[in-house]
């Protein structure tokens, strides 16, 4: 009842783990075995391993998180070596997500991944926090273009363009599907930061920071549902799913998929689970016979 | 096919609930502070939420520095007590700070000890015995008996003995000088301790090739072992996976930093960890 | 100790209503007398009668509101005549709130709030629902300069000019300065929406509207403290205070005053005397004198 | 200097702390209709928040429809009550809607009646009865003493009457064609009711016309009125502002709905009100 396909790729539900939550290999694995998640996604993997910022890199905050993880990660050939083989244990679909500084870095990144046997890739055109590897590429329909299209013709694994909020985000995506892409993703988390007043100072060590969680979640809905008015190729909603409701109303925008990321924070690996049971009882109560026949019903 | 997890229920977050603000830092003065040795300075901070358990850490944030991991190594009626080592950056500003000064808290994270046992033996290395001394008081002050077993390069060193005997505890030494107690490391008395037999469980933290020797011993003789481990922090409560124990995927956060002797022996434990990148690195 | 004076305007707090919120005269009156406000902002006035959306215009979730009430309003010069004569027997400063269609009419509203009375007018060049009036104008530096320019010269009293989130936010607000502006409101509602999963159905009658309250807090500030950096005119923090601590946290970041709205929902019209003993109690309990010295704070 | 508002203790919200999240819809099925006249048409809807009082109203979504004010006719277990006159798109589509359908509700928002004098004057006109028969509900139920007082058109267009009259409550009516009780209007039976003395207090609900003759009758009588109003609703919960009474600046929708008769004709009750756009018309 709760099975999609997501173009090649069959998931036994439309859940997903976001990148950059729990993110080594066996994490992504228990997050689908343990946690119920249908398809997994990697931390973004750059090309250079990278520490990440001075922490603190998280804080939370009323209805949310604020993030500077800075894209740590111990570079794409250790990660697709070593972690990959771990999260692909979990059995279901491991999306890598791909953080390049240009087009030549996500190809060849995106095209180790595919050897090293992802089945997918997600590039992370949309990082609010991080120089070079950030929203200034996925807010210019033009770069988001030059670089589906490469990482498009260099693949045969489906290639998912993640997007953030930004003025020219529906054009953006416009050009990922034009360019190739076979999904978007909407959105990353939204440039933000928190001050602390008996500190007087920023919390974060990078100052700023990406917004996560519920309090994003009426914004993400929103970029879903204009996505879905000018796009045909699939849409996976992530922002702020905190519960079944929450993922719900991202499917009913025209989302074939969802991710979820901060609400592990306070609900645990089981979340997933969670969601499904909810969704499926939603379903039941309500005739539907497949989750698919929500897709996009808001917009009727 | 779901493959049932032989973690599933190491994630205490389930079902928990927690609000995101919880994640927030709260700041705490320091009411005291106290020399423990030439590395090591305690910290009495204010603090009024519930009372942490032996075993719970904080994230302790140095507005300008780092932020940090820090076990308590003792809690009571409006106060917790940190027992800083000074190892770099971070700690070293720390261990200027004086009463008045102010740190910043998020916490408490983890699970901490199960004190159910009793007898407990206790076996501490390095800083590592913050947590065990704090554990000692509670295991006392509920009527459980344990025995400290304790052990550093000398006698100067040596970390809560007079607290533990304090408290009544009895405390074994160990010294490489031999400058108090036996001369040698403190896994050398652990297999005779062990013998005795009268052990219900063990407890133990410091550094990670200590307590691999004292898992392996326990597990050998049958005995339960409660380890507390380290690992590289960054958010402290289960959402960046940095802590991870491969290849199990126990986040040393928040589905510990305790966890079972015999369990950790499925992992990485005592062989690799991970850097702060994520890259994963022989353990020295 | 908590006076400030924001160019000309003097203020006995930092505290002002925000555009739209209660709007009308005697109870903006009323927010500043029995609710305590520094200064209010009256609702955006246009140049014709407006309606605004049908209902729901409205809803609350997680973490704040989201509302496309659609600029309803009298029309400028009903409000003028018989609303702002009522707010003002408040006694604190009111500042009117334009939202013009092109340059004209926001002259044109602009010269009469000023010969009516107004201390100030606020530009709104970024209301995130309504066409014409819209985040078109403010996320354009070039038009936003256009507009603050015209008003600037037909006018006296200060000109505010309330910004929106968009990718050339701080471009806009440098534009708005170098043309003249007396200060710059920063942000506006963010665009986003709600979807009902039991009616299936996007819940504002208008599809489309603004989120506010606490969950756009992060992101606001965000913004303020971008601003501080670039600008050398008063910064007007607004989004998602709900406390004194969220007050101060703007302030910290660069804010010389602070708009509150939403808060008022859930916490009543008393919310400014709250805020400002929040306010004193810090101040007193740090030392410090006045509460301009905490202005730009965590910048330190 | 500041002004002391007369008005301070009406912001029944300061210091409520209520979550965003109670603004949201809830969605609650259809278990009985039934017709109460011509163009009145009462819903019992599934219900299982906290009982509403007597005077507060729910904001009620019709999904393709608007979003309009109603007040309850009833509450209690598991039910409320709304009672629908047909007077536009929304109402007549809501008076298309059978058992098992659904709306969309948010609240109980308002303040409600105070019931706390006995015997009381309940005074209605039109569907503006319907909080009043919810009011002599409570009272009736709770020992107190009321006087249901109502008018119509005819005989046929009477509300409530019936249900009044089960609960043992005193009902004395008006009708324009003499079809039943007083030829004539409510208005006209007020003066010479209230001058019996025996009210403690009186209660009305109906055209603001009828409310502020009531008004100025009990206040020439030395007799406290509480008159529940109705004015162009956005929010519901005292936000936007369309729901004003000049100049003071009372909020309908979270000031009131009711308000004390001597506190309203201190403002433009029976005078003026606002449309949609906020711009203020003459009551006609
Ligand atoms: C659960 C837990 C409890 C701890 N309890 C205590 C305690 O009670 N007393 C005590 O003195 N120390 C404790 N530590 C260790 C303490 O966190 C590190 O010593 C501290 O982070 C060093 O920071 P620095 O900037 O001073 O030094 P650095 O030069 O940055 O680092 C010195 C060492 O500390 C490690 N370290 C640095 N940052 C972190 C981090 N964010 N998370 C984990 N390790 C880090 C480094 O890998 C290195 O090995 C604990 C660690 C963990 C994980
Ligand atoms: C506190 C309160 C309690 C009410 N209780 C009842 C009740 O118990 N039973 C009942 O039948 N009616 C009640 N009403 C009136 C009811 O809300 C209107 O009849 C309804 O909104 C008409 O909507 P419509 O779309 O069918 O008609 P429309 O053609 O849109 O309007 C018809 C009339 O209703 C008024 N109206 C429309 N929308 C609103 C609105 N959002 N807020 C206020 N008035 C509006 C219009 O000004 C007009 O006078 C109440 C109103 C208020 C303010
Ligand atoms: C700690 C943390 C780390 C993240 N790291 C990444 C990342 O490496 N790559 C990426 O595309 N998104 C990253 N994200 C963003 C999430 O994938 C997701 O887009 C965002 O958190 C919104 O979803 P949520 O509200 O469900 O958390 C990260 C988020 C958090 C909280
Ligand atoms: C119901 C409502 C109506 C609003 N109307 C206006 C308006 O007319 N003009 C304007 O500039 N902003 C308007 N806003 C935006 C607010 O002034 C403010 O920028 C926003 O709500 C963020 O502040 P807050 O989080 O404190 O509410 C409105 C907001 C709400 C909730
Ligand atoms: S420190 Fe982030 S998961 Fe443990
Ligand atoms: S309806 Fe919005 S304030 Fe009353």
Same mark, same amino acid.
């Given at each position: 009842?709760?099975?999609?396909?997501?173009?090649?790729?069959?998931?036994?539900?439309?859940?997903?783990?976001?990148?950059?939550?729990?993110?080594?290999?066996?994490?992504?694995?228990?997050?689908?075995?343990?946690?119920?998640?249908?398809?997994?996604?990697?931390?973004?993997?750059?090309?250079?391993?990278?520490?990440?910022?001075?922490?603190?890199?998280?804080?939370?905050?009323?209805?949310?998180?604020?993030?500077?993880?800075?894209?740590?990660?111990?570079?794409?050939?250790?990660?697709?070596?070593?972690?990959?083989?771990?999260?692909?244990?979990?059995?279901?679909?491991?999306?890598?997500?791909?953080?390049?500084?240009?087009?030549?870095?996500?190809?060849?990144?995106?095209?180790?991944?595919?050897?090293?046997?992802?089945?997918?890739?997600?590039?992370?055109?949309?990082?609010?926090?991080?120089?070079?590897?950030?929203?200034?590429?996925?807010?210019?329909?033009?770069?988001?273009?030059?670089?589906?299209?490469?990482?498009?013709?260099?693949?045969?694994?489906?290639?998912?363009?993640?997007?953030?909020?930004? &003025?020219?985000?529906?054009?953006?995506?416009?050009?990922?599907? &034009?360019?190739?892409?076979?999904?978007?993703?909407?959105?990353?988390?939204?440039?933000?930061?928190?001050? &602390?007043?008996?500190?007087?100072?920023?919390?974060?060590?990078?100052?700023?920071?990406?917004?996560?969680?519920?309090?994003?979640?009426?914004?993400?809905?929103?970029? +879903?549902?204009?996505?879905?008015?000018?796009?045909?190729?699939?849409?996976?909603?992530?922002?702020?799913?905190?519960?079944?409701?929450?993922?719900? &109303?991202?499917?009913?925008?025209?989302?074939?998929?969802?991710?979820?990321?901060?609400?592990?924070?306070?609900?645990?690996?089981?979340?997933?689970?969670?969601?499904?049971?909810?969704?499926?009882?939603?379903? +039941?109560?309500?005739?539907?016979?497949?989750?698919?026949?929500?897709?996009?019903?808001?917009?009727? | 096919?779901?493959?049932?997890?032989?973690?599933?229920?190491?994630?205490?977050? /389930?079902?928990?609930?927690?609000?995101?603000?919880?994640?927030?830092?709260?700041?705490?003065? !320091?009411?005291?502070?106290? @020399?423990?040795?030439?590395?090591?300075?305690?910290?009495?901070?204010?603090? #009024?939420?519930?009372?942490?358990?032996?075993?719970?850490?904080?994230?302790?944030?140095?507005?300008?520095?780092?932020?940090?991991?820090?076990?308590? #190594?003792?809690?009571?009626?409006?106060?917790?007590?940190?027992?800083?080592?000074? $190892? @770099?950056?971070?700690?070293?500003?720390?261990?200027?700070?004086?009463?008045?000064?102010? /740190?910043?808290?998020?916490?408490?994270?983890?699970?901490?000890?199960?004190?159910?046992?009793?007898?407990?033996?206790?076996?501490?290395?390095?800083?590592?015995?913050?947590?065990?001394?704090?554990?000692?008081?509670?295991?006392?002050?509920?009527?459980?008996?344990?025995?400290?077993? /304790?052990?550093?390069?000398?006698?100067?060193?040596?970390?809560?003995?007079?607290?533990?005997?304090?408290?009544? !505890?009895? #405390?074994?030494?160990?010294? $490489?000088?031999?400058? $108090?107690?036996?001369?040698?490391?403190?896994?050398?008395?652990?297999?005779?301790?062990?013998?005795? @037999?009268?052990?219900?469980?063990?407890?133990?933290?410091?550094?990670?090739?200590?307590?691999?020797?004292? /898992?392996?011993?326990?597990?050998?003789? @049958? !005995?339960?072992?409660?380890?507390?481990? $380290?690992?590289?922090?960054?958010?402290?409560?289960? !959402?960046?996976?940095?802590?991870?124990?491969?290849?199990?995927?126990?986040?040393?956060?928040?589905?510990?930093?305790?966890?079972?002797?015999?369990?950790?022996?499925?992992?990485?434990?005592?062989?690799?960890?991970?850097?702060?990148?994520?890259?994963?690195?022989?353990?020295?």
């Amino acid at each position: 009842m709760l099975k999609i396909k997501l173009g090649k790729i069959k998931m036994r539900n439309p859940l997903m783990l976001a990148s950059g939550i729990l993110c080594n290999g066996s994490l992504l694995k228990r997050a689908a075995t343990e946690g119920g998640a249908g398809a997994v996604v990697t931390k973004s993997l750059t090309k250079e391993v990278r520490e990440g910022y001075h922490t603190p890199v998280v804080v939370g905050v009323e209805g949310g998180l604020i993030n500077a993880v800075g894209l740590a990660n111990p570079g794409y050939k250790a990660y697709l070596a070593e972690d990959l083989p771990l999260a692909k244990k979990g059995r279901a679909p491991v999306i890598v997500s791909v953080a390049g500084r240009n087009v030549e870095e996500f190809e060849e990144i995106s095209v180790a991944a595919a050897e090293a046997g992802a089945d997918a890739v997600e590039l992370n055109l949309s990082c609010p926090h991080v120089n070079k590897h950030g929203m200034e590429i996925g807010a210019d329909p033009a770069t988001v273009a030059k670089i589906v299209e490469g990482v498009r013709e260099a693949l045969e694994i489906p290639v998912y363009v993640k997007l953030g909020l930004s &003025d020219r985000f529906t054009e953006s995506a416009v050009s990922a599907q &034009d360019a190739g892409a076979d999904a978007v993703v909407a959105i990353n988390t939204v440039k933000a930061m928190a001050i &602390d007043v008996e500190a007087r100072k920023p919390v974060l060590a990078n100052i700023y920071g990406g917004l996560s969680g519920p309090a994003i979640h009426p914004i993400a809905l929103r970029c +879903v549902f204009e996505l879905y008015q000018k796009l045909s190729i699939p849409i996976i909603g992530c922002g702020g799913v905190s519960d079944w409701r929450t993922a719900l &109303d991202f499917l009913m925008a025209g989302a074939s998929a969802v991710q979820v990321g901060s609400t592990l924070a306070v609900k645990g690996i089981g979340i997933f689970r969670e969601i499904e049971a909810g969704i499926k009882n939603y379903l +039941v109560r309500n005739q539907f016979r497949s989750v698919e026949e929500v897709i996009g019903i808001a917009h009727r | 096919m779901q493959e049932k997890s032989p973690t599933k229920s190491q994630d205490k977050s /389930v079902g928990k609930d927690q609000s995101f603000n919880s994640f927030g830092f709260l700041p705490a003065r !320091i009411k005291r502070t106290i @020399g423990e040795n030439s590395k090591v300075k305690s910290f009495y901070l204010e603090y #009024s939420g519930t009372l942490p358990r032996p075993g719970q850490f904080f994230m302790v944030w140095l507005p300008g520095f780092e932020e940090v991991p820090m076990s308590l #190594s003792d809690a009571g009626d409006g106060f917790v007590r940190i027992s800083v080592s000074n $190892e @770099g950056p971070t700690t070293a500003e720390l261990h200027r700070l004086r009463k008045g000064d102010r /740190v910043f808290l998020r916490g408490p994270f983890g699970n901490g000890f199960s004190l159910d046992e009793s007898p407990l033996l206790l076996v501490g290395g390095g800083y590592g015995s913050a947590p065990l001394i704090y554990a000692a008081k509670m295991v006392s002050s509920s009527g459980g008996r344990c025995t400290y077993l /304790v052990g550093a390069r000398c006698k100067e060193e040596l970390l809560f003995v007079d607290e533990a005997r304090g408290m009544g !505890i009895k #405390s074994i030494v160990a010294t $490489e000088d031999g400058s $108090e107690g036996y001369r040698g490391l403190v896994t050398d008395l652990i297999k005779s301790e062990l013998k005795k @037999g009268r052990y219900q469980a063990v407890l133990t933290c410091g550094p990670e090739q200590m307590m691999y020797e004292v /898992v392996r011993q326990g597990v050998k003789q @049958g !005995i339960k072992v409660q380890a507390s481990l $380290e690992r590289y922090m960054k958010c402290g409560f289960g !959402i960046c996976g940095s802590c991870v124990l491969d290849p199990l995927g126990l986040r040393v956060c928040s589905d510990g930093p305790v966890f079972d002797g015999s369990l950790l022996l499925k992992t990485d434990f005592g062989k690799r960890k991970r850097e702060a990148s994520g890259a994963q690195v022989k353990l020295c």
